[in-house]
């Protein structure tokens, strides 16, 4: 007998509920467009990269980006991407902020998934170049972040004095855990994200994300990733602030060893990331980064990197120019040194803004 599944009921119920609850009148939504480019270039020492100690230089990927309110309740957002790959949907959601009660919010669509602090962001708004090694070790969708097709309902909690909570679930497709395979099978996410202000100037956020999916459909499978993040911003004078963010990650996934048989083990995995960002002079910022993690290949070892970045807007946060040097310790290998090179231009209101 046919049965509805609860993921499939949470979906329904977050796509349908604005139905009961907006009534405003729809009209022309003519859409904010922009277009973000960059270049990069990289020259890196690694005996395993075929461009070892040749520079590089590379037309990164380009965004364009589109949105709108389409009544006072809702918002659309579109982001395409050109790279390598050829032409990608990297977002397409509608977002109802308003309208619905007890301070709730939905989303629906394809989006970066609001696990931890710096998944949700687009890389080009951090404030150093590539993405931590750890996230992209650990989170589904590797380098390219964790992103899809899902439902998202987000509530206020209740709270006192200058103390904020929101809770945040979502029901998602699950193609980002198992990219190889086409079948569906649904996956989920929840977040728990606490803010307040220390002495009513520095604000402090801490949040505790998890997150399950199907790795392999055919033997059914999973991955759990489970992580805490905290961020705070320190000011210092009146044109200079220092960020300090970390996240911590812990991975279990039963991966299958037999594709005849289906056995499979079960292999954790954890890792790290913390920077300093110094914002100074309004358009300068300079940081340091530690990141660390165990590799899947090698779940026993554990690999490293510090990373320090310099970052340069050019009169305005239309044009960013980064470099950044990074010096990689694989787990039983050589270190490895690579020096980037980013320059991010922008035309239209969305920036590739500072962190």
């Known amino acids: 007998m046919f049965r509805l599944r609860p993921a499939f009921l949470f979906l329904m119920v977050c796509l349908l509920l604005p139905v009961f609850f907006v009534t405003a009148s729809a009209g022309v939504a003519n859409p904010d467009l922009s277009v973000i480019g960059q270049l990069v270039s990289h020259q890196t020492d690694d005996r395993a990269s075929q461009d070892a100690n040749t520079p590089t230089l590379n037309l990164g990927e380009t965004e364009f980006v589109f949105d709108a309110y389409l009544n006072p309740y809702a918002k659309g957002m579109f982001v395409f991407s050109v790279g390598t790959g050829g032409f990608s949907t990297e977002e397409a959601y509608l977002n109802i902020i308003k309208g619905i009660p007890d301070g709730m ?45 899902g439902a998202q309902a987000s509530f206020f909690l209740p709270s006192v004095g200058n103390w904020a909570s929101t809770i945040t679930g979502d029901v998602l497709n699950g193609s980002s855990f198992h990219p190889d395979e ?62 300090l963010q970390g996240e911590y990650l812990y991975n279990s996934s039963s991966i299958v060893v037999d594709s005849t048989t289906g056995h499979f083990d079960t292999v954790n995995r954890s890792g790290l990331y913390t920077f300093a960002n110094l914002q100074f002079r309004q358009r300068y910022n300079a940081g340091i980064m530690y990141d660390q993690y165990q590799p899947q290949e090698n779940s026993t070892g554990i690999d490293r990197s510090v990373k320090v970045f310099l970052g340069y807007a050019l009169m305005e946060e239309t044009t960013l120019f980064r470099v950044a040097y990074e010096r990689f310790f694989p787990g039983g290998a050589d270190p490895v040194n690579t020096v980037s090179f980013q320059v991010l231009f922008s035309m239209g209101p969305h920036k590739p803004h500072q962190f």
């Open 182 to 243: 086409t079948k569906a099978s649904a996956a989920w996410v929840c977040r728990l994200g606490n803010s307040f202000l220390f002495n009513d100037s520095i604000p402090l956020e801490v949040g505790f994300s998890a997150t399950q999916g199907t790795n392999n459909v055919q033997w059914n499978t999973r991955t759990g990733v489970y992580g805490g993040d905290v961020k705070t911003k320190l000011p210092l004078t009146g044109q200079a602030n220092l960020t």
């Open 105 to 149: 919010a939905l989303k629906g669509g394809k989006y970066r998934v609001g696990f931890g602090l710096l998944n949700p962001v687009h890389p080009h708004a951090y404030p150093f170049i590539d993405t931590p090694r750890s996230l992209a070790a650990l989170l589904p969708g590797g380098e390219d972040g964790f992103n899809d097709v």
